[in-house]
């Protein structure tokens, strides 16, 4: 039987049989079957279309034309890897120099975020002669052992924390220890890091780097206080490491304000690595390291290759060119700024008609929705939440949930996500908070009477 023809149940029971149980589905109730995706928009086998608000792989849309035909076009002509002179490596690379600070001004390219981050490591442990890692609390990097060790997302459900990892409070002005009415979270949770770096240093550990996406999302879709990461970065300096900076989730022109998400921490501010993935091939497996000259200097004092047999290839690189292009000519990161400023604007609206609706928080189309069992506890709505995302799905808008009670609805569309989609989106996000909260008002209204 041909895969187009086989049913949804033919599916899920050859997936059941042949694929481990690791491997998770959304909506493991009653999954769906995806068969095509454009734009902003997935179909499943019966035709039906879903809104896409959490693919940021799709960056510039699913199958995009002209993403499609570079991969194509290049497919026909050659494929093979990067020991061989080719133009596209370092057209490429020119392109993404573009978009950096000067002195992020080599690179290295890989196939996923998670090779990016492990190299990102073994490029600050031989640049620094450290070992030891500073993270976020509830972060992840990658699925790589080396990387699990340093994302406590995974490392709490595994083997622990390793000792040459340590972990500092996530900068979260909403739930964490300083809040929104602090005069100065920034310095505060950057004390933090420097508490974490000296204790560090007195069990006679030496840090080789702190790690952290720009904008922390498995963590709940985090928007660090502006001036934070310069803080620690000095901190992190001083003791003689270096400053990561994880833009696999967040960026190119993510969040509408500028290209890469660490640039919302200031002009001036320069980390000494950043990774990116995901969105940077748009669905094709491509990924890049981009360092400076000394760190990169010294990781070739080694006098060992490094070597990828598909990083930068000439395919992977036609097609990060293109995705840079549609960029550029559909203005996607204007188009970020004004559609994501809208559906917070309309997100905030319903905040003050939903208690449930703790925090939205968010910059360009990089939005968290917080919900709220208490506004004084802020409790963490998971149940809710789970609930709300279900009734979308029977809406046909795919959503999902993240950070640690599983309660922030996280909005991380394609970057061709509409006006009319946030319009559309809200409305229904509208109508199923008022159908949950009349539902519980009833179940309240019995329980008074019983």
Request: with cysteine; charged share 20%; proline share 5%.
């Amino acid at each position: 039987m041909a895969a187009d023809q086989r049913g949804k149940a033919a599916t899920l029971a050859l997936r059941r049989r042949l694929l481990s149980n690791s491997c998770r589905l959304f909506f493991p109730e009653d999954p769906i079957k995806i068969v095509r995706g454009q734009g902003q928009y997935m179909y499943d086998e019966q035709g039906a279309e879903y809104i896409d608000c959490i693919n940021n792989v799709a960056h510039v849309g699913h199958c995009h034309p002209l993403v499609v035909q570079a991969a194509h076009e290049q497919n026909q002509v050659l494929n093979t890897n990067s020991r061989y002179l080719h133009d596209n490596i370092v057209d490429y690379a020119q392109r993404l120099s573009e978009t950096l600070p000067e002195k992020l001004c080599v690179f290295y390219f890989l196939n996923s975020g998670s090779e990016a981050n492990d190299l990102a490591l073994r490029l600050a442990r031989q640049y620094t002669g450290h070992w030891d890692v500073v993270v976020l609390d509830h972060a992840y990097h990658g699925h790589l052992s080396s990387l699990i060790d340093i994302s406590p997302y995974k490392f709490r459900d595994l083997d622990g924390q390793k000792e040459w990892v340590h972990v500092a409070p996530l900068p979260d002005t909403y739930r964490g220890p300083y809040r929104e009415d602090h005069p100065n979270p920034a310095v505060a949770y950057a004390n933090e890091v420097k508490r974490v770096v000296s204790s560090a240093q007195e069990k006679g550990r030496k840090i080789a780097a702190f790690f952290a996406e720009s904008l922390p999302s498995v963590g709940g879709q985090i928007i660090p206080p502006a001036g934070y990461f310069p803080e620690v970065a000095g901190h992190i300096r001083r003791a003689g490491g270096v400053f990561v900076a994880d833009e696999i989730q967040v960026g190119f022109g993510r969040v509408g304000k500028h290209f890469w998400a660490f640039q919302l921490q200031g002009e001036d501010f320069v980390p000494d690595i950043v990774t990116m993935g995901k969105s940077i091939g748009n669905g094709h497996p491509v990924a890049c390291v981009a360092t400076t000259q000394a760190v990169a200097r010294a990781f070739e004092a080694t006098g060992v290759e490094y070597f990828n047999t598909f990083g930068g290839s000439p395919v992977s690189c036609a097609v990060g060119l293109a995705v840079l292009d549609v960029l550029e000519k559909e203005q996607l990161q204007a188009h970020a700024a004004c559609v994501g400023s809208f559906l917070m604007e309309l997100l905030g609206q319903q905040k003050a008609k939903h208690p449930i609706l703790g925090d939205i928080r968010g910059v360009g189309l990089f939005i968290g929705v917080d919900l709220i069992k208490d506004e004084a506890t802020r409790m963490p709505a998971t149940e809710e939440a789970d609930y709300v995302v279900s009734r979308l799905k029977e809406n046909y808008i795919l959503l999902s949930t993240d950070g640690p009670g599983k309660n922030v609805l996280k909005f991380k569309p394609p970057m061709c996500f509409s006006l009319d989609n946030a319009r559309h989106v809200v409305a229904k996000l509208d109508a199923i908070l008022t159908d949950m909260e009349k539902k519980m008002r009833s179940c309240e209204t019995l329980r008074l009477h019983s």
